[in-house]
């Protein structure tokens, strides 16, 4: 059975840095990407980016490069989201899922989402 | 790269179908056949429904269809049913090879 557990919940103050985590199981972790979907509280969803294990490339929305970095344990099967500089604007859910098909381009698979809260 | 168009809201009787569609460009749904669809309770999580525009995953009742024609994608639940009333997102690959959600729709069941 395919499973992407996801870290818990955070609160965090502006300025402040932080990592998500998104642990897989059930699949081979380096042979498909990962990606980070975000989604502010009462709208909608919006693709952030993507990483693939196998070879460490990422791609970003051109919204959300430069903002957030997408990484990778192989080792721990484990993706991660990382801010260097939270803002408030950055409260939201985070979900990490699992892409299939030709370019990787529906996503079949989904952790339970990461509530990061950022107040001061 | 701007979210593709979708209804606010739509709703129906339960038994009935209702239709919800999904406008980009020809960058995106009009330029290549990966439109995908994904349901949206609250609090959760979301679950795949239709994938490469009409292709529906194992345990999707075939009562939920997609089609496309030129730029607009179109997913069709018939036989509504109360557990149907959900948000509904679309999302495309892209010619930057970016992916792109749709802006939702919240699906009533009167």
């Known amino acids: 059975e395919v499973q992407l557990v996801q870290s818990g919940a955070e609160v965090k103050k502006p300025g402040e840095s932080l990592k998500i985590s998104c642990k897989v199981s059930?699949?081979?972790?380096?042979?498909?990407?990962i990606a980070w979907v975000r989604q502010m509280p009462g709208k909608g969803l919006e693709w952030m980016g993507m990483?693939?294990?196998?070879?460490?490339?990422?791609r970003y929305s051109p919204s959300f490069q430069g903002q957030v970095t997408i990484s990778a344990d192989k080792s721990i099967s484990t993706a991660y989201l990382h801010w260097s500089s939270l803002k408030a604007s950055d409260t939201a859910i985070y979900y990490c899922?699992?892409?299939?098909?030709?370019?990787?381009?529906?996503?079949?698979?989904w952790g339970q989402g990461t509530l990061v809260t950022v107040s001061s | 790269q701007s979210a593709l168009t979708q209804p606010a809201s739509v709703s129906g009787s339960p038994g009935q179908s209702i239709t919800i569609s999904c406008t980009g460009t020809?960058?995106?749904?009009?330029?290549?056949?990966?439109v995908s669809w994904y349901q949206q309770h609250p609090g959760k999580a979301p679950k795949l429904m239709i994938y490469?525009?009409?292709h529906r995953p194992s345990g999707v009742p075939d009562r939920v269809s997609g089609s496309k024609s030129g730029n607009t994608a179109s997913l069709t639940i018939s036989g509504l049913q109360p557990e149907d009333e959900a948000d509904y997102y679309c999302s495309s690959y892209t010619s930057s090879s970016t992916r792109v959600f749709g802006t939702g729709t919240k699906v009533t069941v009167l």
């Open positions: 020809s960058s995106d749904v009009g330029g290549y056949n990966f």
């Open positions: 990483f693939y294990p196998g070879d460490s490339e990422s």
């Open positions: 490469e525009v009409s």
């Open positions: 059930g699949y081979s972790f380096t042979s498909y990407w």
């Open positions: 899922a699992r892409p299939r098909g030709n370019r990787a381009e529906y996503f079949q698979d």
